[in-house]
């Protein structure tokens, strides 16, 4: 019998922990949320011979400070679940800035195992380290590894278990010296801390008293809530530590810390622990490549052509696959309509589930070609590069230079989709402007709006097609910048997040990496369509079919059909014989579009129909819009079906833009009308709960009913000017 | 004393020490996270197209800020 034990996994951001995790752990993942935030929770299990570890992979941080939901839910960890062991991870590159959060959990005096990651990048450096030296200024055992090859990951979980097993239950902080400001200040407050046993359960008192100096926001809050009297005493001295620093050192006391922190580090590195070419001086192949890429002129060419690029590789490539799952679910659909009979159930089976789930299953291999290529992108280092030059633009609107990519992918080059939008908006740390690129991201010109775009244009402005498309387009763009300055300016209010940020040197991704996290994501999407979407599908279908025509109006049509039955039974020449069969079809067509007529559909667009007619459409169009509201691919069929034109085909909907241009209730400006609300009212169902999975089922509402609101105003205008 | 300027006057290619990091709050435990502290070198290692943010690069690594973040940033000249 073995005892688990829990490592956390620590580090900076793209100092290779996600490539350690995925070495240790392999594709026996667990991916799920840390309570009540949005920050991704994984973990994983790692076996030997003698023992099993359970790997928690904390978020990347730079600190421990409570700014950020990550760096708050990894000093949580370690506080509250006390995990055995922390491993420690480090690009050994840059070490000294690494070692600072190694500082830092020495402070809350986690037992610790470095984890020296990147040797081989340091030695390409011409550089060597002092590991021995290191493990003993530290304290800790180090182990080189380079996890892209997986080397020294044995050594490192067999270093990680020895010394969680011969560290157990002892925990020692780090206490390093302030100076002289500062040292006899922390003593007094430790007293303090002691003697009032102030939340010193939880945490170390140094610490306590150290967060109390740097005004720690979560500390200084617990602090207060504790009630005891020890947080008055301990804010007096804090303020009393400030006015000191400020005479004294003209600094706040926070920036004493970090200048102490930094200089034990840098009294550790100055012991000989880095040897070699140690000068900044040498340009690096990544500065080389950044000379060209971010360019003044060359980087937004390149830029622009990488987007463009994206696109025309991942559509052709993704829709071989979306063929195979079309045809999958085209023939689940024949074999459920030869199995069951034809019937409500049938019709249940066939176009509610199969034909819901199917459609949304058909995005799958889309959006895994997607993420594959953003999370190229990303592992490559350019994604970084893209903030940085974009990021002049945007933050006029408020977002973040990272909102560029959130905003592409939903369709800024028209084609994309939100739902892989929206999830790749995670990249972003600024809550703020996160938001706001979610919310916005679903007014670009998404794949399934466009064929509605393209049948309107075509039938509407037959001469300026491509304009229209183009002017949709820009629009999509102006209406999100809009909004998002708009969000940012009163329910999103607030500075904005600092952007400093790490352009991290350029490194190939490995393939290893790239297909975890594309499954993964794929996978997160399918659990939704087989559940709330799912749902949905069969709820749309079923007010699209309830309540059934009443027998009266079945039978005239039947009556019709018999009657043509029985003359083509006559006998007749083969011309009269593909009329009659044209009639048949007629009458189908003109029962569907009664019966959809007559369903709870049809009567909520009727009901709609007085409200609607501001912006031009009449009760067909707003049966196709709801159906749009489950995926915009529905809205060209319900239309179809709506004007009795039968199945109509997305991809050829030349007959029903014709009808449509016939129609005396249909003008130009119920076109351009129509074409406003489809761009951006609510975003579709799938795109909602991903909105809701991303944030909180609070901004999922807001979008439908904000982006709804905006559309009808938007069209309302445009109708009436036109 | 030489002459101390601001990281925004700083041009392309420059190289100084830092000399004082006057951000409070979050910017400042963002600034200093980075490893943005008294008497570290750095060298401008450029501007993104619409000459902000700014590319620096530290002894080991590069990091942008925003202009209006490198206002809080005081800096020695030392050379190109």
């Known amino acids: ?722 | 004393m030489s002459n101390t300027i601001n990281l925004r006057e700083m041009q392309v290619n420059q190289t100084g020490i830092i000399k004082s990091v006057g951000a409070t709050g979050e910017l400042g435990r963002r600034i200093r996270d980075m490893g943005l502290v008294p008497n570290t070198a750095i060298r401008i290692v450029g501007r993104a197209p619409l000459k902000d943010p700014v590319a620096l690069r530290l002894l080991d690594f590069t990091i942008t800020l925003r202009n209006n973040e490198a206002d809080f940033i005081t800096v020695d000249p030392t050379g190109e």
């Open chain 1, 1 to 722: 019998m073995t005892a688990t034990i829990t490592a956390a996994l620590a580090g900076n951001p793209n100092c290779g922990k996600t490539t350690l995790f995925n070495a240790l752990t392999g594709a026996r993942q667990h991916v799920g949320n840390y309570p009540g935030v949005t920050v991704e929770k994984r973990s994983g299990n790692v076996k030997t011979d003698t023992a099993s570890m359970n790997v928690v992979d904390l978020p990347g941080t730079y600190s421990l400070t409570a700014y950020s939901p990550e760096e708050l839910v990894a000093r949580d960890f370690i506080v509250d679940e006390r995990p055995q062991v922390v491993i420690n991870v480090l690009d050994a590159t840059s070490l000294e800035r690494n070692l600072y959060l190694t500082i830092q959990f020495m402070e809350l005096g986690a037992p610790m195992v470095l984890a020296l990651n990147m040797m081989d990048a340091v030695k390409k450096q011409g550089k060597t380290i002092d590991v021995d030296k290191l493990s003993t200024l530290l304290g800790f055992p180090v182990v080189e590894t380079v996890a892209r090859t997986g080397l020294g990951k044995n050594a490192l979980v067999q270093q990680a278990i020895a010394f969680a097993r011969q560290k157990e239950k002892t925990w020692q902080p780090l206490h390093i010296s302030y100076g002289p400001v500062l040292d006899p200040i922390l003593n007094d407050m430790e007293e303090v801390i002691r003697e009032s046993s102030f939340m010193d359960q939880r945490f170390p008192s140094r610490w306590i008293a150290l967060k109390y100096l740097e005004e720690d926001e979560q500390v200084l809050k617990l602090g207060e809530a504790s009630g005891a009297k020890g947080h008055q005493q301990l804010k007096t001295v804090a303020d009393k530590a400030k006015e000191k620093c400020f005479t004294t050192l003209d600094v706040g006391p926070e920036a004493v810390i970090a200048d102490f922190r930094y200089g034990h580090i840098a009294s550790m590195m100055k012991q000989g622990v880095v040897k070699g070419d140690t000068t900044h001086q040498r340009i690096h192949l990544s500065d080389k490549i950044d000379r060209v890429v971010t360019d003044q002129f060359l980087g937004p060419i390149i830029m622009l052509a990488t987007l463009y690029g994206i696109f025309y590789i991942t559509f052709p490539i993704g829709e071989i696959p979306m063929g195979w799952v079309e045809a999958f679910f085209g023939w689940l659909t024949n074999a459920a309509t030869a199995i069951i009979p034809e019937s409500l159930l049938q019709s249940l089976v066939v176009d509610g589930i199969i034909g819901g789930v199917g459609g949304v299953m058909g995005f799958v291999p889309l959006i895994m070609v997607m993420f594959m290529a953003i999370t190229i992108l990303e592992d490559l280092g350019y994604m970084a590069r893209m903030a940085y030059m974009m990021d002049r633009v945007l933050r006029m609107f408020g977002l973040h230079g990272a909102s560029l990519m959130p905003f592409i992918i939903s369709g800024g080059i028209p084609g994309g989709c939100a739902v892989p939008g929206v999830m790749a908006a995670r990249t972003l740390r600024s809550p703020r402007e996160k938001l706001a690129t979610i919310l916005t991201a679903p007014f670009m010109n998404c794949g399934a709006k466009v064929p509605v775009f393209l049948l309107l244009s075509a039938a509407f402005f037959p001469d300026n097609a491509a304009r229209v498309m183009f002017v949709i387009t820009i629009i999509s763009w102006v209406v999100a910048l809009l909004v998002a300055k708009l969000l940012r300016t009163t329910v999103i209010k607030g500075e904005s997040t600092p952007f400093v940020m790490e352009l991290p040197p350029y490194r190939i991704p490995t393939l290893k990496g790239v297909l975890i996290h594309t499954w993964e994501r794929a996978w997160q999407y399918m659990k939704k369509a087989g559940t709330v979407i799912l749902g949905i599908s069969i709820l749309i279908w079923a007010a699209m079919t309830f309540p059934g025509l009443p027998d009266e109006s079945a039978n005239t049509f039947q009556e019709q059909r018999t009657g043509v039955e029985a003359t083509l039974a006559a006998g007749t020449t083969d011309q009269q014989r593909s009329a009659l069969e044209k009639d048949l079809m007629a009458i189908d067509n003109a029962e569907a579009q009664a019966a959809l007529k007559y369903s709870v559909a049809g009567r909520i667009g009727s009901a709609f129909e007085p409200v609607s007619k501001l912006a031009g459409f009449d009760w067909r169009t707003n049966i196709a819009l709801l159906g749009g509201f489950a995926a915009k691919e529905v809205i060209i069929s319900s239309l179809g079906t709506a004007y009795s034109m039968g199945d109509v085909d997305p991809e050829a909907s030349e007959g029903l833009g014709a009808r449509l241009a016939n129609d005396p209730t249909w003008s130009r400006a119920t076109a351009m009308s129509l074409m406003i609300f489809v761009l951006l009212y609510a975003p579709c169902f799938v795109t909602v709960a991903v909105i809701g999975r991303e944030t909180s089922w609070k901004w999922a509402g807001f979008s439908v009913v904000f982006n709804t609101s905006l559309a009808f105003t938007l069209s309302v205008i445009v109708y009436q000017i036109m």
